[in-house]
């Protein structure tokens, strides 16, 4: 009896892991097999006609590249100064468990909510309308989590000891930090910034209520964006044009693994360095 | 002084993430209590008309939906997602173990509308032909939402058991039990808090999600009657109104959005109470 | 080393790209733009009559946004767009607006190539969208429930099917709801036992449209008024229109704006008016 249950689980247990890897390679080949055809060099560097029917997807690459590339620096020097703090400034306290607390729950706020939080407070409040700007600052805020949590175990990984000589040799505090601790924690929150644009550039539904939907180029700060997911969103659900559908996911996902592949990387050299 | 300064600029960059939840929470509550009131508190959780055009907001059906398409997501991935955990810290050997890591890190960055896309195309369609209904449904949405959360249920559970003294495994072996047995009387149980914050985290997110949702699960106003059966949950139902929504119809959506909020916060304060012995 | 590398290239890539993007604020903003804001039914259209302006008039930019038709006039009575599309018929409360009438653009009940039922009347439609009818059966067909797939509220495609076809009844809530003309098309094109309705504009191969009290919807039939279910796209504006927008209007109104049109699947002003 004993045998058989352990054959059952052992069973279990391969099956669920190779499954998963399987799922994996379904979803990402699915996409990739039926999207890779469609990504010509014209499709990459052509705007849209005709609503998306025809013409290729240039505006949209670069609306999600700026996008990200305005949200992720904006977060990222909002989340490593609060990691900063929380790792170096302070013991555990009150304040600091609140702050955490925070963090947490702010991680796992839904982008939907995002979205709106977005759209009241910098497209309609602020005025800033659907735009860049508005798109940003609301994708900034999201991956503020991100980034926080990964620098700060970053940071605090590095060894006191480091810490110990810089004092020892007559650095302030400041100094420190800057000169030994951040650079030895580089990768670590690297890593992080990593992990948030690949958020950044995979979300959907905070940027729909914020960035608008416009299949222009975006000339100033101020005007409406579409990124690329959104934009394979519209042409999927409204049936548009299926192989440009399919080709926009393909660039979307391969830019995506980019990044995470990149962040991977940087987190096993991190690793293996401590 | 110089250090002063900057120990202020980084105080206030900590304050941040209390700052922006709370601005979050503070316009959400603001722009959506309008409707709420003006429905009464219990008439809008209860109530389950959702009819915008007659000024009358009711989101139980709603509620309903989010809760049996996010406890469908955990029947589905939960499970799988613990036996995998299991099987990266204790099965794999470590080739496939790292091919598998980097499965799972990868399942995570594939964006929501791509899981949503293939559940149009894919699990719509398979359940429509071979099970019955209209293919849009509770069912198509948690094996969705299952897919979504698996890499959080996975990374969590996977934190918890690798964090186990490796004694409880060796001392279980030692005592004559096979992997399969330590793993289930040992691990396991001495994980469960662990795990059990993994499930609850794949909770709040399953209950999050909304562009998937919104491809496959139907968006019918009614309170689903069998896993088959059109559903909305409170995220879709934010989604698909909110574009042309105007004065009290989008307070009501905000109203949602409180409700949601409220909700998944909630699961969070449990989860992080819960776990509070994992090394995350 | 690589880390501090790719830290120094992604800051100065942001920096890059802001101070581009800062860079143009300088001109453009009001100056040869309009915006033009309001229904999603009548967005599309409007996006491809910008690309062909585009052509004519390169120092003009058209931005196109949706919202719905409700906020189109909310957004020219606030200044925020000079130029609303809307496509329903104007409310008594909106007096403060008045509206230029751009096309027409018939609503078609569309079933699954599949389908054998050709035609439907008004009341069994209405019947239908309130699920007093259930099967395909009553309509002569296989005893399968039918699919009902009806669009968001709030839209302005929902709200003319509502007031021309569901009258006051109340909408069946089990009935499936999408978001777009599109994806309803492509929702009933997957279904053999579905029924929508879309804009007719976008009614192609992959699915059929009814007749409607025996009327076949099509060009003919709707600009003449035979075919029931037409509403109207209007320009909406406040008092008149400024200079710019004023000219986008006139090419709209004008043989190249209304050909393209009615190539999109529209029913033109013209002919209207020669009825």
Known sequence: ?274 | MHERRIERLLTCAALSSIAILALIILFIFKEGIGAVRHTGVLNFLVGSRWSPSREVFGIFPMIVGSLWVTVGALLLGAPLGILCAVFLSEFAPPKIANLARVSVQMLAAIPSVVYGFIGLVVVVPLIREYLGGPGFSVMASSIVLATMILPTVISISLDAIEALPSSYKEGAIALGATKWQAVAMVILPSARSGILAAVILGMGRALGETMAVIMVAGNALSVPTGALAPVRTLTSGIALEMGYATGLHRQALFGMGIVLLLLILGLNLIASSVGRGVRR | MLAKVLVRILMLLAVACSLCVLGCTVERRGEHSITVAGSTSVQPFIEVLAEEYAKERPDVTVNVQGGGSSAGVRAVLTGAAELGMSSRALKPSESAVRGILMAQDAIAVVVHPGNPVLEVDTVTLRKIYTGEITSWQQLGWLDRRITVIAREEGSGTRGAFDEMVMEDAEVWPGCLVQDSNGSVRETVAHDRFAIGYISLGLVNASIRALSIDGVDPCFESASSGEYPLVRPFLFVVKDEPEALAKEFIDFVLGEHGQAILAEEGLIPVNARTAN
């Open chain 1, 1 to 274: 009896m004993n045998r058989l249950k352990d054959r059952l689980g052992t069973t279990l247990v391969w099956l669920s892991g190779i499954g998963v890897m399987l799922l994996l390679a379904a979803i990402v080949g699915m996409v990739l097999v039926r999207g890779i055809p469609a990504l010509s060099v014209e499709f990459l560097t052509s705007a849209p006609e005709k609503m998306g029917r025809e013409g290729g997807i240039l505006p949209m690459i670069v609306g999600t590249m700026l996008l990200a590339l305005l949200a992720v620096p904006l977060s990222g020097i909002l989340g490593v100064g609060a990691a900063i703090y929380l790792a170096e400034y302070t013991v555990e306290s009150r304040l600091t468990r609140i702050v955490r607390l925070a963090t947490e729950s702010l991680a796992g706020v839904p982008s939907i909510i995002f979205g709106l939080f977005g759209f009241v407070l910098f497209v309609m409040t602020l005025g800033f309308g659907w735009s860049l700007l508005s798109g940003a600052l609301t994708l900034a805020f999201m991956t503020l989590p991100t980034i926080i949590r990964t620098a700060e175990e970053s940071i605090r990984s590095v060894p006191g000891i480091y810490r110990e000589v810089s004092y020892a040799l007559g650095a302030g505090k400041w100094q420190t930090i800057r000169r030994v601790v951040l650079p030895s924690a580089g990768p670590g929150i690297l890593t992080g910034i990593m992990l948030a644009l690949g958020r950044s550039v995979a979300e959907t539904a905070a940027v729909i209520f914020t960035a608008g939907s416009s299949l222009k180029y975006p000339r100033t700060l101020f005007d409406p964006v579409r990124t690329m997911a959104v934009h394979f969103y519209i042409l999927a659900r409204e049936g548009i044009s299926m192989e440009r559908a399919y080709g926009t996911a393909a660039m979307l996902i391969i830019l995506i693994l980019i990044v995470n592949s990149v962040a991977l990387l940087l987190m096993q050299r991190f690793r293996a360095k401590v």
